[in-house]
């Protein structure tokens, strides 16, 4: 089938759904073939299969717009799935789902191609010794305060960035791309899925700006584009990831939005006609995510890594919503952005409360940082409770010992505010990049009491201690 090139019709169109006929059973092609055609204005549509139904028609989704599609519209079938150029010359350059160039460069002079199907996903490391599986550590440092103390980032590890509309996630995003390909010399793959355009065209600039561009490959599937392109670009992002793993490179993967990614699958459900859960959801929620986050793995010992970082948007900020639960429980660690932080002009707007990590073990990153970490959050847990007496009493009917953890507790919370260098515009202030020693040293100083003559204003928004 593959040898030869097959032709059907269009037979109906419903939005993103192409129904495509076939003269023959042994014609159909297989579940995720891709399928071409063009519209009367002879643009390119380029349809994937997602179900056989009887009478030998193959129901498609459309990767591009249909408008202008017309009933009986000859189909051409080459034998393949999505397949993109993969390798050194997508540095720098900007591609779609099907791994055309967007970026008007011209064309992508890569001659190989790989499917964005993978049949089966490899191994983890194989330790020589016992020939057990094991998972070695190795932390990256961000430059980020909180996040290096709090929520520290391990090679290899997949971390989420949780939160509503308008808590910073892309920014905070944009941040961590801006220090760590700088500090680790990594390669870089940014995935946007299913976000504004405006945000592509920003952080195009940015990475520009910042010198990372040439260290990093793009992919966008954007709001504007059918629910097909969205749902699949998850699966380009992460091919582009895992040929740079291939070759011993350590990879840091971006996805902003993985939610996007959910939403998608649950409109194209929606069009094939399939009985959502009782959540509203599709009924593949949980193989779906699980397919994406099963291939950022370590493949075999000594080889490249994959750490991905990705924004989770939050429906009305609500935690429990069962596409979040989902992404969940495939995550290391789990920065919930709060929308009370933000209001109080809190940046980065990390909840050390909600949010946990799993990184942060003391097998991990050592005593003295799991010691310095687990008081932090003990006296913000403290001051959650002091803060509700003083909103009724007021701070003066505290006791001497609760108002000093107070104090330091205030100290601390802007202490691990930190002036972005993506954020300069909006804040005024220089980008500070701070590392886990000093971080570690500005907290041992405020919890011991060191600082306990200086006002609270004056550790808001700063790098290290001085």
Do not use: W
Request: hydrophobic share 40%; aromatic share 8%; with cysteine.
């Amino acid at each position: 089938m593959a040898n030869k090139e097959i032709e059907g019709k269009v037979v109906s169109v419903q939005g993103p759904v192409v129904d495509v006929k076939f003269s023959r059973p042994e014609d159909v092609p297989n579940i995720y073939s891709v399928l071409e055609t063009q519209t009367i204005t002879g643009e390119k549509i380029t349809l994937e299969v997602a179900e056989h139904l009887e009478g030998n028609i193959a129901r498609c989704i459309s990767i591009n717009s249909t408008i202008n599609l017309q009933r009986y519209q000859p189909v051409k079938y080459s034998g393949a799935s999505i397949q993109i150029p993969v390798g050194e010359s997508l540095f720098g350059r900007i591609i779609n789902v099907l791994g055309e160039p967007i970026d008007q460069k011209g064309a992508i002079s890569s001659s190989e191609k790989i499917s964005i199907k993978r049949p089966e996903m490899g191994s983890l490391i194989k330790t020589k010794s016992k020939g057990d599986y094991q998972k070695g550590f190795e932390v990256m440092e961000t430059g980020i305060k909180i996040i290096d103390l709090l929520f520290p980032l391990v090679k290899g590890s997949k971390t989420g960035i949780l939160g509503g509309a308008g808590l910073g996630k892309s920014v905070l995003t944009l941040e961590i791309i801006q220090h760590i390909v700088k500090h680790y010399q990594g390669s870089c793959v940014f995935v946007g899925v299913g976000e504004r355009i405006r945000e592509g065209n920003e952080l195009y600039y940015e990475l520009l700006k910042h010198d990372v561009l040439l260290k990093t490959m793009m992919v966008f599937g954007q709001m504007n584009e059918p629910p097909g392109a969205r749902f699949s670009v998850a699966m380009t992002g992460i091919t582009m990831a895992e040929n740079l793993q291939k070759k011993n490179q350590d990879v840091l993967l971006f996805v902003d939005n993985i939610f996007r990614f959910v939403q998608a699958g649950a409109e194209i459900s929606t069009l094939l006609g399939r009985v959502p859960s009782e959540t509203g959801y599709q009924p593949t929620l949980l193989s779906e995510v699980s397919e994406f986050h099963e291939r950022i793995r370590t493949l075999k010992e000594g080889g490249g890594s994959i750490t991905s970082i990705e924004a989770v948007y939050v429906p009305a900020d609500d935690l429990t919503d069962p596409a979040v639960v989902a992404i969940f429980s495939f995550l290391d660690s789990v920065l919930v952005l709060s929308r009370e932080r933000v209001q109080l002009g809190l940046y980065p707007a990390i909840d050390p409360l909600l949010s946990s990590s799993a990184n942060l073990d003391i097998d991990i990153v050592g005593r003295r940082h799991f010691t310095v970490a687990q008081e932090v959050i003990r006296i913000f847990q403290r001051y959650e409770e002091l803060r509700r007496i003083v909103l009724v009493v007021g701070i003066d009917e505290l006791s001497y010992s609760d108002r000093i953890i107070y104090e330091r507790a205030r100290k601390l919370q802007n202490f691990l505010t930190q002036p972005f260098f993506v954020g300069e515009a909006y804040t005024g202030r220089k980008g500070e990049y701070v590392t886990l020693e000093q971080t570690l040293e500005g907290c041992e100083k405020i919890i011991s009491g060191k600082m306990d003559s200086r006002r609270e204003e004056e550790f808001y928004l700063i790098g290290a201690i001085t």
